[in-house]
């Protein structure tokens, strides 16, 4: 694929993981559908497996962002170890391309935990367990998730 088509196809991802993720919420699996779409790597089944790590796990807070658990598994899925090849070494390579977007993700947006991007994106903390303060908290956050889930879809629409 030609430089300027990779990056119309970036931004168009970009702005699918946005508008996924504004209708319908669930940072992980909004990058793994845009992916879905664009490259055809991820299955849905996968997709489906990926709803639980939203909000940095089970909407806790405590773990990495959804977006960027999303990313990895998209990484994975791609160039990660097959089950029948655990004998054949740690495929050193996906970690070295994990890494990457891991550190370009803190770099970009000041945190990697959900916990850490809430308070960058908002200046506070959440429960988002509670009703009240859930809304709180998707009322202070704008666009800036949404923001974060397609400059993830982004990034690996060019890594990929």
């Known amino acids: 694929m030609k430089q300027d088509e990779r990056e119309a196809l970036a931004k168009q991802a970009y702005e699918t993981a946005v508008k996924y993720e504004l ?4 940072c992980p699996q909004c990058v793994l559908s845009t992916i879905q779409e664009t490259i055809g790597i991820i299955d849905d089944q996968t997709i489906k497996a990926s ?3 939203s ?4 909407l806790m807070g405590v773990g990495a962002c959804g977006a960027l658990t999303g990313g990895l598994m998209a990484l994975s899925a791609k160039s990660g170890r097959d089950r029948d090849k655990f004998d054949r070494g740690r495929y050193i390579n996906n970690f070295r391309k994990s890494k990457e977007l891991v550190e370009r993700f803190r ?3 000041g945190g990697i935990t959900c916990e850490e991007l809430q308070l960058q994106f908002t200046g506070r903390n959440y429960d988002m367990w509670q009703a009240e ?3 709180q908290f998707d009322k202070a956050r704008g666009n800036q998730c949404a923001h ?6 982004r990034w690996l629409v060019e890594m990929l």
């Open 51 to 53: 709803h639980g790590l």
């Open 107 to 109: 770099q970009e947006f």
């Open 23 to 26: 209708d319908y919420g669930c």
């Open 148 to 153: 974060a889930t397609g400059t993830v879809t």
């Open 55 to 58: 909000g940095g796990g089970g």
């Open 133 to 135: 303060e859930y809304q």
